[in-house]
């Protein structure tokens, strides 16, 4: 049975950073795209981020292009998303997500807050 588990979220200042991470088990993560999601109570789940399983294509929402960047280590079989100049908007509850939503994490709350 697969199994995601993540990590790193917390509380930052708008303009820091935070780099959440997703350990992968249980599933061959090396042959798999992989998603972060984000879902708070106001806009629901959003899509953030996605990675061929090989690595050699991403894909962001409108909203983090050029603050967030997605990378895996299939040897390692983890995922992150590092996310840059962050607004009080990227606050919500992340949750890293396997090829046809097969897999989610239990979530990391991220909150963005002076």
């Known amino acids: 049975q697969g199994q995601l588990v993540e990590s790193g979220g917390g509380l930052a200042q708008p303009g820091g950073s935070l780099r959440l991470s997703c350990a992968a088990s249980g599933f061959p993560f090396s042959s798999t795209l992989m998603t972060w999601a984000r879902q708070t109570p106001e806009k629901g789940l959003e899509w953030v981020s996605r990675?061929?399983?090989?690595?050699?294509?991403?894909w962001y929402v409108d909203s983090v292009k050029g603050r967030f960047t997605i990378s895996r280590d299939n040897i390692k079989n983890t995922l992150t998303l590092q996310m840059n100049s962050l607004k009080p908007e990227d606050t919500a509850l992340y949750y890293c997500v396997s090829q046809s939503l097969r897999y989610w994490g239990q979530g990391t709350p991220v909150t963005i807050s002076s």
């Open positions: 990675i061929k399983s090989d690595g050699s294509a991403t």
